[in-house]
């Protein structure tokens, strides 16, 4: 199954298809692509599922998209952010 | 407006699948709302079906129960009997005055995978309420940093993407469902150094009947105890994280002793290092649409806020009907039960005839399951020390970045006695994600120590204007799709 080719910041990131674009970071070794409001900390996937807002990223200029819900797409340009 | 049907079904999860088909084979027009792609929830997540795959059960349990039910739910899709509306989620559900009808408005998941053709409201004579729930949380100090993940979480991305979240990784917290996360790391290739298990196997001990009377279950805990032995799982029982430690991402924890009252007697000498911490405390159920719709709940054995049913799964308002997690944390195949029975009360509601003996046979299963799933949260509780290891430092709730020390001050300078009233004054559970995270620990701490949470302490936290996020169109006039 060939690989679709993603963009975080401008650096090269592989997907399978049907993955999430978090479980892609994931894959790549990333865990942080956010940094907090109030203590610029960094953040990344924590529930996996939708429910806790941790994982936001901007996809293709829209931001505060939930990384683990996402669909990796060919071309996709990621961007990390400080929602 | 399109047409009005006989039931709305919430959640394509065990409980939710089951109650829809069921229903609609009793020649119920049924329409099918998830907030996810494809149906399976939380424990039949899997990898997107439109992806050939030779291994789609990879690491699943009770699979052919979930490819029956596909099949079909399938089968019902092709002949009209049931409209499923994937991707979607149930942002508002309101009665329809003088209509004897409930509407759903929906929003897409994703805000850029909509697709074409999904109303922006449906309506349906009656609903049944099946939205499961999620990892349920305690703060640790540290538990901010990247690499530190609900277990759900961890397993999601392994049985939904087939990928890794982690090398090395520690599995903490409590509850059963810590064998299967730790199992499925393993197998998937990581290490994994510790499972720490806060309750001690004494607890199954102490409630007699509890897991022998599911068979299914038995079964499970030994698959995972020969997973456990070919990859040198260490299990330790009495066991918690006290401190998460990492630069930028998590780097090592410290672990400590409970005693058998669940309280702290000590530390580990030495730290372990790994680059991922999986933890959960059991399940919250997903209470919004239950509570925005005014039914009446309960605190559960576990201490979660739960949705009041009869025998029948319905609630105390008209034509809603709940089973799955949010009538009570007790695993997939009690919730298939509930769905399915669920999916008969609706028929009975609507004059159909229901299979005595079937509906009976669905009680006992039930009742039986019911048994088990206090059993297992008396052999789980939350640890009476939880509170030992936190520091006024430590975050509580992520989103809006409040501390411990904060909720704590609120309670006992500012004078708070109640959930509501931290949350108005410290703000935990104010964020992107009101308080699905830290909402039970904010409840938890809000109230003086040694009091027993209650529904009121608890209701709080789990009421959301909004049951998703969504966009201003969507709140201005309902009309995309
Ligand atoms: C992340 C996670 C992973 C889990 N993995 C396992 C596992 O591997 N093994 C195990 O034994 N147990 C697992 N569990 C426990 C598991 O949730 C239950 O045993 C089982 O899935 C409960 O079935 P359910 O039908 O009640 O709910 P769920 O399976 O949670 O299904 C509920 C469905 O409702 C949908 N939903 C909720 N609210 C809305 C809304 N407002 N609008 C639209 N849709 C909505 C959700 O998206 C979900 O698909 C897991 C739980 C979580 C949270
Ligand atoms: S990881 Fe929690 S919302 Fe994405």
Same mark, same amino acid.
Not at chain 1, 11 to 38: H, K, M
Not at chain 2, 390 to 406: F, I, S, Y
């Given at each position: 199954?060939?690989?679709?080719?993603?963009?975080?910041?401008?650096? *090269?990131?592989?997907?399978? *298809?049907?993955?999430?674009?978090?479980?892609?970071?994931?894959?790549?070794?990333?865990?942080?692509?956010?940094?907090?409001?109030?203590?610029?900390? *960094?953040?990344?996937?924590?529930?996996?599922?939708?429910?806790?807002?941790?994982?936001?990223?901007?996809?293709?200029?829209? *931001?505060?998209?939930?990384?683990?819900?996402?669909?990796?797409?060919?071309?996709?340009?990621?961007?990390?952010?400080?929602? | 407006?399109?047409?009005?049907?006989?039931?709305?079904v919430?959640?394509a999860g065990p409980a939710g699948l089951a109650a829809a088909v069921t229903a609609?084979?009793?020649?119920?027009?049924?329409?099918?709302?998830?907030?996810?792609?494809?149906?399976?929830?939380?424990?039949?997540?899997?990898?997107?079906?439109?992806?050939?795959?030779?291994?789609?059960?990879?690491?699943?349990?009770?699979?052919?129960r979930f490819?029956g039910l596909?099949?079909r739910l399938?089968?019902?899709?092709?002949?009209?009997?049931?409209?499923?509306?994937?991707?979607?989620?149930?942002?508002?559900?309101?009665?329809?005055?003088?209509?004897?009808?409930?509407?759903?408005?929906?929003?897409?998941?994703?805000?850029?995978?909509?697709?074409?053709?999904?109303?922006?409201?449906?309506?349906?004579?009656?609903?049944v309420?099946c939205?499961?729930?999620?990892?349920?949380?305690?703060?640790?100090?540290?538990?901010?940093?990247?690499?530190?993940?609900?277990?759900?979480?961890?397993?999601?991305?392994?049985?939904?993407?087939?990928?890794?979240?982690?090398?090395?990784?520690?599995?903490?917290?409590?509850?059963?469902?810590?064998?299967?996360?730790?199992?499925?790391?393993?197998?998937?290739?990581?290490?994994?150094?510790?499972?720490?298990?806060?309750?001690?196997?004494?607890?199954?001990?102490?409630?007699?009947?509890?897991?022998?009377?599911?068979?299914?279950?038995?079964?499970?805990?030994?698959?995972?105890?020969?997973?456990?032995?070919?990859?040198?799982?260490?299990?330790?029982?009495?066991?918690?994280?006290?401190?998460?430690?990492?630069?930028?991402?998590?780097?090592?924890?410290?672990?400590?002793?409970?005693?058998?009252?669940?309280?702290?007697?000590?530390?580990?000498?030495?730290?372990?290092?790994?680059?991922?911490?999986?933890?959960?405390?059991?399940?919250?159920?997903?209470?919004?649409?239950?509570?925005?719709?005014?039914?009446?709940?309960?605190?559960?054995?576990?201490?979660?806020?739960?949705?009041?049913?009869?025998?029948?799964?319905?609630?105390?308002?008209?034509?809603?009907?709940?089973a799955g #997690?949010?009538?009570?944390?007790?695993?997939a195949l009690?919730a298939v039960a509930e769905g399915e029975l669920a999916g008969f009360?609706?028929?009975?509601?609507?004059?159909?005839?229901?299979?005595?003996?079937?509906?009976?046979?669905l009680?006992?299963?039930?009742?039986?399951?019911?048994?088990?799933?206090?059993?297992?949260?008396?052999?789980?509780?939350?640890?009476?020390?939880?509170?030992?290891?936190? #520091?006024? #430092?430590?975050?509580?709730?992520?989103?809006?970045?409040?501390?411990?020390?904060?909720?704590?001050?609120?309670?006992?300078?500012?004078?708070?006695?109640?959930?509501?009233?931290?949350?108005?004054?410290?703000?935990?559970?104010?964020?992107?994600?009101?308080?699905?995270?830290?909402?039970?620990?904010?409840?938890?701490?809000?109230?003086?120590?040694?009091?027993?949470?209650?529904?009121?302490?608890?209701?709080?936290?789990?009421?959301?204007?909004?049951?998703?996020?969504?966009?201003?169109?969507?709140?201005?006039?309902?009309?995309?799709?």
């Amino acid at each position: 199954m060939t690989e679709l080719d993603l963009t975080l910041d401008g650096r *090269p990131i592989s997907a399978r *298809p049907g993955q999430s674009v978090g479980a892609a970071l994931t894959d790549a070794g990333v865990v942080a692509w956010r940094t907090t409001r109030r203590n610029g900390r *960094p953040r990344g996937l924590f529930c996996g599922i939708g429910v806790c807002f941790d994982c936001l990223v901007t996809v293709d200029g829209v *931001p505060n998209q939930r990384a683990c819900l996402v669909t990796a797409r060919d071309g996709m340009k990621l961007e990390t952010g400080d929602e | 407006m399109s047409e009005t049907y006989d039931v709305a079904v919430v959640g394509a999860g065990p409980a939710g699948l089951a109650a829809a088909v069921t229903a609609a084979e009793q020649g119920l027009r049924v329409v099918l709302v998830d907030a996810g792609r494809q149906p399976g929830g939380q424990f039949w997540r899997h990898p997107d079906e439109s992806v050939p795959s030779t291994d789609e059960s990879r690491g699943q349990h009770q699979w052919r129960r979930f490819t029956g039910l596909r099949d079909r739910l399938r089968a019902l899709e092709s002949r009209g009997s049931v409209t499923r509306i994937a991707g979607h989620q149930v942002w508002f559900l309101e009665p329809v005055a003088g209509a004897g009808a409930y509407a759903l408005h929906l929003t897409p998941t994703v805000a850029s995978e909509k697709t074409p053709g999904v109303p922006a409201l449906v309506t349906a004579v009656r609903l049944v309420l099946c939205p499961g729930g999620y990892d349920r949380q305690l703060p640790i100090p540290g538990w901010d940093l990247p690499g530190v993940m609900a277990a759900g979480g961890v397993q999601a991305l392994l049985k939904g993407h087939r990928s890794l979240a982690g090398k090395r990784a520690v599995v903490a917290g409590t509850g059963p469902f810590l064998f299967p996360v730790a199992a499925g790391l393993a197998e998937a290739g990581a290490k994994v150094v510790a499972v720490c298990e806060a309750g001690s196997p004494a607890g199954w001990a102490r409630t007699p009947g509890g897991a022998v009377a599911v068979p299914s279950k038995a079964l499970e805990a030994f698959e995972y105890a020969a997973v456990f032995a070919r990859h040198r799982i260490p299990l330790r029982t009495r066991t918690v994280i006290t401190r998460i430690s990492g630069a930028d991402r998590v780097e090592s924890v410290r672990l400590g002793r409970l005693d058998s009252g669940g309280r702290l007697t000590g530390l580990a000498r030495a730290d372990l290092e790994v680059d991922l911490v999986a933890t959960g405390w059991g399940f919250t159920p997903s209470m919004e649409l239950v509570t925005a719709l005014g039914a009446a709940t309960r605190v559960d054995v576990d201490q979660s806020l739960v949705a009041v049913v009869d025998a029948w799964q319905r609630t105390d308002v008209d034509r809603v009907w709940v089973a799955g #997690e949010a009538t009570g944390v007790g695993g997939a195949l009690l919730a298939v039960a509930e769905g399915e029975l669920a999916g008969f009360a609706v028929g009975r509601d609507a004059g159909r005839p229901v299979p005595d003996g079937g509906t009976r046979r669905l009680q006992r299963v039930i009742r039986r399951g019911r048994a088990f799933a206090r059993a297992m949260h008396r052999a789980h509780p939350i640890p009476a020390g939880w509170r030992d290891w936190l #520091e006024p #430092e430590t975050t509580l709730c992520r989103c809006e970045e409040v501390t411990v020390g904060e909720v704590c001050a609120a309670r006992d300078t500012l004078g708070a006695t109640d959930a509501r009233t931290v949350k108005l004054l410290a703000r935990p559970g104010m964020g992107w994600c009101q308080g699905r995270v830290c909402g039970f620990a904010a409840a938890a701490l809000a109230v003086p120590p040694g009091r027993d949470l209650t529904a009121a302490d608890l209701a709080p936290m789990s009421r959301r204007t909004l049951a998703a996020p969504i966009s201003l169109a969507d709140l201005a006039g309902d009309d995309h799709g």
